[in-house]
């Protein structure tokens, strides 16, 4: 789902781009691009304490090769979930003191 997200994203953007009458090759700046991404990063790496800035490096590593969980988890977490929640709204009235 995620790549039909990007794709979706890329083709709005370098398509409406292209029928806006703009030459695709133009986009393609190397130097811009490091100068935008450079000082985003530069600005990322000021703000944060670096406890952050290695969290956040962990964090990309799971988007690049997950967490170790998978679909049959979180199904197995959601039906766990209705169950307490019709427990709870079966005994809503009940007091336990």
Do not use: C
């Not at 083709?11 to 991404?37: D, Y």
């Not at 985003?40 to 800035?53: D, T």
């Not at 988007?63 to 039906?79: I, P, Q, S, V």
Request: glycine share 16%; aromatic share 10%.
């Amino acid at each position: 789902m995620k790549t039909v997200g990007l794709l979706a994203m890329l083709g709005s953007i370098f398509g409406g781009f292209m029928i806006a009458g703009g030459k695709l090759i133009s986009v393609w700046q190397p130097a811009e691009i490091l100068m935008i991404a450079g000082g985003a990063f530069g600005a990322f790496l000021i703000a944060n304490p670096m406890v952050i800035v290695r969290a956040t490096g962990r964090h990309m590593a799971y988007m690049a090769k997950g967490t170790g969980f998978n679909r049959a988890y979180f199904d197995e977490l959601l039906m766990l979930l209705h169950t307490l929640f019709e427990m709870a709204r079966k005994r809503g009235g009940e007091q336990g003191s």
